[in-house]
């Protein structure tokens, strides 16, 4: 059961923010109406993320959600898959890609920079105490620059953050995802 | 090797942030210098970074770093030990209390509401997955209110976060942290 | 890649078992077709998969299907994810019951019989060697026979074997599953 | 304890089957005994196993022993530790050799082929969803056809069914087994 | 291949203690041999070891062999799984026993005390780290002194030692252990 | 709490050892204060301890600490660490030093001689049964001798052991530790 916490008043920017979500997706996700709860909160991590995700980067936007929903499968995020999962469906007009990133990103048949990508986001995630200067260097051998590097690490970073904040107070999904670019984009 | 990624122009807000680090600690930490790369970026982890862990909180400050370090012993982050290591042991007073969070928490005599914050913390970081309403209340049972419980999520969040950051990049702490408060407090 | 086997030929009663798959669903698995290297192999284990998946029992199909899932979810496995995952939506007419089996069991909202089965599921696929009577206690607890018991065992054992033929061969399922079931039913 | 579920009464062919099992071995091996509960799944069962074990194959039938006893090792089933130890030692004429598997198969000098047939059983037991084409590429190297290393996953595979299904119906090998092929053949 | 030391010269007293060796048990283990390397080294592990296994305490010849078994199970290691599962099979006069500690010690049917010695021993080799308190109480509730915790933790630890140095050096059980004692005492 | 068992009478060799630690350090070593339960056990764990960590070796001393701390890094011993990371801040004069060995290795930019010892020492720690003679082939190439090599695998072997008796125990560091060697030699 979800956290028993009141939300705060929303103020007018985050007012005019949630307004624009219905507007183009038709609800506001979960996860910001569940930092209604402090309005500082709620901005930290609204600004954090459509910085991460949206601002421009040498990792397209269906690269970050690739490396999201990869790490969400690692930590089995119900939250985190469900939302990210349809990003990938829908940005890549792939939904198979969607479900493979879901299940087992190594079923995928991904090229040699993607795979790279992935396969450093895995370690990353999961063993973080034994990634080194030869990991860094696989990524700069399939063509990342410096600057990818950081952007990879902070997007995984991210999900590790918010996959744990999910679990800890049990956020479940928004049910519109489930159905979301289920059909193969031509 | 750190990346090698050119610093952006600090804008005016974060000099002045940055002179009162050199003023009041006498260094600014190499995680800020680290997101010059970058003015939003830089905001918006300095933002949530002092949102989470100055905030009027149910948690008291010390509280906070003892979960930011035993989060880093689990995925043995250099920096984030050294600096949050120093931090606790600041602020209280303690240097043992330090150690003991750094090297095994479970050696540190601590009262149940500690602890059980900690199990949780430690649960939270190494099984995401595994966190359950059981969990969450184990946490009520000791006195930890609705809020209470979401900070501890969030902090143990941001951690797994940071310390995936710093990995990626081979970021190093300032050496100053280390002599930092080693005499107990009378 | 698949391997490289060529298929026997078919014999009358898989020929006239693979049109009524046709028939019936529109296309024949490619694990049956992968069998075809040798009608024997072939007939073994289609023989054990239909007994143990549609023989009365006292687990529903729905419940077979659901234990199929978890296994798969924890050995990764992208066929029996994608097949089995479909089975599931399509038997409960539950679409988001069959991404939770997928992503994490623990996130669905089961009744006590079920969630136990499914706990007993994953230790038995993940420490086997740590599987003893008091397990077994816990399932005849929520009413589950002796019986019953061989039924969970046998199909968690069935699905870490399939799971890994899968594995080894690198079985790719058909893409027919991921559009299935994806409405709830009514 | 092990299961309390009544036998089914044997129809004439397993009748054979057991009265040669008797004549042959000197027992019936309780894993049929187990079986009798359902004809129908004691001759899948045993249908499977026997074309596995004993049917024409790039792997010598010592070699597939040699898989049953690692992967049972890495699950550390009592059953076919005991029942397939004793297996290999009968077949290999080498009580030695029979101990290595049991305990680390790193332990015996094998020849590169053996070597690479069971670090692949190794690695498909323990982390499935990490097997990929290298792996493949792996076996091929030492003289592995496509046909064998479907059957090195299909004996992989299935005692790690055959592990858990005696795990979870705490089922016990026969006593004979310890004793079988102790000494050295000339 | 085992490290390519040259042995010292034997001292008179060591000289007793190998003759002593093969007059009682037809040989001179090979771990005694691989000490050679330095008499001061053999001295002070024999002596512990002595000590350790033959000195009186509230733990049984058997139940110290037990352990050492158990250890050596979860540390696979070759050469203390042989020499020390024929010392369980010899002192116990119970072949299967020695089997089952080699296999899995939660298959045999143990009383209450030592399998709570085992449990413990279980633990403190695979998480030392989370060794309290409350695993202390759990061996005092079925009549473990204080000091036969000691006795517990000193032999556990003994091994976890024996089975590293064992697999650093490569070192190779003599081969008359695998034939000991495979017959039940009447 | 630590184990409640009266300490036998010191016997005079013993009493001149104790007296020593006095003079040279300032107090007992508290690994010592709990041996003397029992004369034998006291010796015995003395000389092994004394030959293993001072006499001469290919190893200097402070590379000898040097594995014990990173053993008790990953066995998260809180009496290990804190002794022996003392004693490497002590032999280096370099505290950072000391702290990284603590924290995580990989963070410190050791030459490839060391690298190489502490990535054996690290396997050999978490999975001795897969070492194997392309480990040892790793150490030759960095310079180590056979010698070298057993005296690494008898140091990774002996902290393996001490750390499991310290947590079986709960033994506690003297607090004189914590404070010791904090600052650079010049």
């Known amino acids: 059961m979800a956290l028993a916490i009141p939300p705060a008043e929303l103020d007018a920017a985050n ?17 910001l109406q569940a930092y209604t709860l402090d309005m500082a909160k709620l901005n930290a991590f609204a600004g954090m993320y459509n910085d991460l995700m949206l601002a421009p980067s040498g ?14 499968s690692i930590n089995r995020c119900y939250y985190c898959l469900t939302a990210h999962g349809a990003a ?19 079923a995928a048949r991904l090229d040699p920079r993607r795979r790279a990508m992935l396969d ?14 030869e990991d860094r260097e696989g990524l700069r051998r399939v063509g990342f620059s410096e600057r990818d590097i ?3 690490g902070a997007v995984v970073g991210f999900f590790n ?21 289920r059909t193969p984009k031509a």
Chains 1, 2, 3, 4, 5, 6 share one sequence.
């Not at 007012?15 to 996860?31: L, M, R, S, T």
């Not at 450093?120 to 200067?133: D, G, Q």
Request: negative net charge.
């Open 15 to 31: 007012q005019a923010y949630f307004d624009k979500c219905v507007e183009k997706i038709g609800f506001v996700p979960n996860v």
């Open 59 to 72: 990792l397209s936007k269906l690269e970050r959600e690739m490396i999201a929903v990869v790490v969400s």
């Open 88 to 106: 990938v469906r829908q940005l890549s007009g792939d939904p198979i890609l969607g479900e493979q990133m879901v299940m087992n990103y190594r």
């Open 120 to 133: 450093f986001a895995a370690k990353l995630t999961e063993s973080p105490h034994a990634v080194e200067e």
């Open 150 to 152: 950081w952007d990879i």
């Open 161 to 181: 953050m918010s996959n744990r904040i999910a679990s800890a107070t049990d956020m479940r999904p928004n049910e519109e995802y489930h159905a979301q670019a």
